[in-house]
């Protein structure tokens, strides 16, 4: 290592919440220790309540390089585990990543890099899916696909620039000291409520398809179907929490739920022509996995429309049922939080 360049580099703090993740965990660790940042690097792992051996491998991992170390995480809540591993972290730059996530070649040195070029609060890149079984592979097709997850360029790529959002994050410490961390009520989209509330304080939000983290997808419809759940029904808490922060992508998933059941319901009791709505859908999931599907499998393939429409219609549903009581709770339980009255009422 050159001295002199370590000196130079900003010391760096790798969060991770982790509940169990005893299947990717040591992948996810080895990945963050063998960067090749320069500067000084600990990782904090902030432990969930694990039912399998996430804790022993982590134990494991704290042993065998004293860079890593654990603090815990009693509710086993992401954001609660993230603060829990910003308050046990020393250093002035904060390098979030998932138990599940895999940081490729060169990622904590680009994004140290773009902080101070770009002058941002946060900068991160693409949620490069990879799946290892044929059902995952499915799923990460449709996770980088616009027919699967609209214009989000954290999942699909694009051009550098000024977001909204990204996928996981590098942070400025002092940037998340002055927003007092993780909005702990956020069970979910804890991440786009974080970056909401650094924009509306004027910090720049970096998007750069250089920077990439390998993810593995859910291993069942199931686990997807609750996964898209949770997005839609705390990505609908976000938009009554914070008045003005929907748009047009927010709301193609319930219109396509809303689209598929009322024409089901009104083809079978007014007239078969309403029919044409979910068959229509169906049509159109089918020939965006003919074009998304390229290279896939032939038994992934005909597992890739399963996944758009698990992803799609959860979504949707998650959203379309998210009761108003809990946003009235998370904007309650927030310190300091006053929502407009017209918000409250959505």
Not at 95 to 112: N, Q, S
Not at 154 to 164: E, I, K, N, R, V
Request: hydrophobic share 45%.
């Amino acid at each position: 290592m050159n001295t002199q360049a370590a000196e130079e580099l900003p010391a760096v703090s790798v969060i991770m919440p982790v509940l169990d993740e005893e299947r990717h965990l040591r992948a996810a660790v080895r990945h963050i220790l063998e960067q090749d940042y320069a500067g000084e690097m600990e990782v904090v792992i902030a432990l969930g309540p694990s039912k399998d051996r996430t804790d022993e491998i982590a134990a494991e991992l704290a042993a065998e390089d004293p860079r890593v170390r654990t603090v815990p995480n009693p509710t086993g809540r992401t954001p609660a585990g993230l603060n829990a591993a910003i308050r046990g972290s020393r250093h002035p730059i904060i390098v979030r990543v998932d138990g599940h996530g895999l940081l490729t070649p060169g990622y904590i040195t680009t994004a140290v890099r773009l902080l101070g070029e770009m002058e941002a609060a946060n900068v991160g890149g693409i949620m490069h899916a990879e799946g290892e079984t044929e059902w995952e592979k499915a799923v990460a097709a449709a996770m980088t696909s616009k027919i699967g997850v609209g214009n989000a360029a954290f999942h699909t790529g694009g051009l550098a620039g000024p977001a909204d959002t990204v996928y996981l994050g590098v942070f400025r410490r002092e940037v998340l000291e002055k927003q007092g961390g993780y909005n702990e009520e956020f069970i979910r989209a804890q991440d786009w409520e974080l970056n909401y509330r650094i924009r509306q304080d004027g910090g720049l939000i970096w998007f750069t398809p250089q920077l990439r983290v390998t993810y593995r997808p859910r291993p069942s419809v199931r686990a997807l179907a609750k996964q898209y759940k949770d997005y839609g029904r705390w990505r609908r808490v976000v938009t009554r929490y914070h008045r003005g922060s929907v748009n047009l992508r927010y709301l193609a998933p319930p219109a396509a739920l809303l689209g598929v059941v009322g024409g089901l319901v009104l083809g079978a009791a007014v007239h078969p022509a309403f029919f044409v709505l979910p068959a229509g859908y169906l049509l159109g999931i089918v020939g965006g996995s003919v074009v998304e599907g390229r290279g896939l499998s032939a038994k992934a393939w005909p597992q890739l429309p399963v996944a758009l429409a698990t992803m799609h219609l959860s979504w949707g549903f998650g959203f379309l049922t998210s009761p108003r009581s809990l946003a009235r709770k998370v904007i309650a339980a927030t310190p300091g939080h006053q929502a407009p009255a017209a918000a409250e009422a959505k």
